[in-house]
């Protein structure tokens, strides 16, 4: 018997010997990769893709034997297949700040809140908001040439647009209405989010407080203006969701706190700032122009974009009992992490996996937007996907209707870091110039969009 293969066990049939997952998982705590993985994940992930010849292979992170995920084919088996057997990490910190939620609960339950909370984010009610958003788009972003960059950092702006638009949107608090109480929960976002990439351990002495507590008290401050909110507010989103027939009374609280999280506005941030970068200089000034007259080839632009920068490097699960991935054996407790950079540029399925080429979409890759994971896949994908496709566009709409843009100084350090969301490594700066005329696609967007 080679020690190579571990035992399947199929119910009712034989015992099937399967490969090990290439790589190694090393000693506890003594073979932890941790530390390198989240200093340069993309080097660490191209690396041994190069040393074992394929795109799944086995290491420790997080102190936990892990299987790394960075085909389209695998990543499928993973988040779709077999989502009832790589399920939620329990013991994730994302419980730890935001409680029991669709996020991180597993199971029925689940599959009860996704159903109860779905109708929120599709429908009439995501056609409600657009003029909302729209309404925030101009106002953010109507005098990017006076005021703007060059002086600011076009990643922190776009952060603070995504920001107005989830604390108006989900929790009726708006700049020009309630500025204090719209600045102090901006804070609080920042120190919470502050949590998910702090070492999870809570100290408090005299004049100093870890990351953790402090993200900690961000959460309960949250929390009491949600839940007043909750019981004040009879409209909007916080009304729609007071109303809804959900499991008990904190449940409605922990998904605000989730909806109004800063991993939105980060999200939405580094997305517009790769199409902006993507799209940026006088040689890509035909493809804004087409962007501007063409819907689809807009579309197809942000479905490139997400490709090539996905916001969030990847996600992690856990195996609740032995079984395979790719023809290989994964037993029971192992993780399995999909690496989002890595499964978008599989060869075997994006010809020219590096290069920024929108118009695959409508010759090779048409058809195939199920096969990006940026905001996950299968059924416990993002339920705000559809959310972020109009976010997204309205946007860019705004930005190719109104701007021409250049890096400036032209010259820039145009690197990425991956953790713990996609972004310029730098603080990359852009001057917007003013069109004399806007243009048509506004008018077609929705088209694309529905």
Aim: with cysteine; aromatic share 8%.
């Amino acid at each position: 018997m080679s020690s190579s293969r571990s035992p399947a066990v199929v119910p009712g049939g034989p015992v099937v010997r399967l490969p090990v997952v290439p790589g190694s998982v090393g000693a506890p705590w003594l073979g932890d990769r941790s530390v390198e993985f989240y200093r340069d994940p993309v080097r660490f992930v191209e690396s041994r893709i190069q040393s074992h010849r394929g795109r799944v292979f086995s290491s420790r992170v997080l102190n936990t034997p892990t299987v790394f995920v960075c085909s389209v084919e695998a990543m499928k088996e993973l988040l779709c297949e077999k989502s009832s057997v790589f399920v939620k990490d329990p013991k994730d910190v994302m419980t730890s700040m935001y409680g029991d939620t669709l996020v991180t609960t597993n199971g029925e339950e689940a599959c009860l809140l996704r159903l109860s909370l779905s109708s929120l984010f599709t429908g009439s009610c995501l056609d409600s908001w657009t003029d909302y958003i729209t309404r925030v788009c101009e106002r953010c972003l109507k005098d990017l040439s006076v005021s703007g960059p060059p002086d600011s950092c076009v990643y922190s702006m776009f952060k603070g647009l995504g920001t107005e638009l989830v604390l108006g949107l989900f929790l009726n608090v708006r700049p020009e209405h309630q500025p204090e109480l719209y600045q102090e929960m901006t804070q609080l976002c920042t120190q919470h989010w502050h949590g998910l990439i702090s070492a999870p351990v809570s100290v408090k002495v005299p004049l100093w407080s870890s990351g953790f507590c402090t993200a900690l008290e961000a959460r309960d401050k949250l929390m009491d203006i949600i839940r007043d909110k909750l019981d004040k507010d009879t409209h909007g989103f916080v009304g729609s969701l007071g109303s809804l027939p959900l499991p008990d009374s904190s449940c409605a609280s922990q998904h605000l706190l989730l909806f109004i999280s800063a991993l939105i506005p980060k999200a939405l941030a580094s997305l517009l700032t790769s199409f902006t970068l993507a799209l940026s200089g006088p040689h890509m000034e035909e493809s804004r122009q087409r962007a501007r007259a063409e819907p689809t080839y807009l579309h197809n632009i942000l479905l490139e974009v997400q490709r090539l920068w996905p916001p969030f490097i990847g996600g992690r699960r856990i195996a609740n009992r032995d079984s395979s991935l790719a023809g290989f054996h994964v037993p029971k407790g192992f993780a399995a992490m999909y690496i989002s950079h890595s499964v978008h540029r599989d060869p075997e399925v994006f010809l020219q996996a590096g290069h920024f080429l929108p118009d695959r979409w409508s010759g090779r890759n048409q058809g195939q937007e199920h096969l990006l994971c940026c905001l996950g896949n299968g059924p416990r994908n993002c339920i705000g996907t559809k959310l972020n496709e109009v976010f997204l566009k309205a946007a860019c709409v705004y930005l190719l209707e109104h701007y021409d843009w250049h890096l400036d100084p032209p010259s820039q350090d145009l690197r990425y870091k991956w953790l713990p969301v996609c972004r310029p490594s730098n603080h990359l700066t852009v001057s917007f110039s003013k069109l004399p005329l806007g243009a048509t696609v506004a008018q077609e967007v929705e088209q694309v969009v529905q």
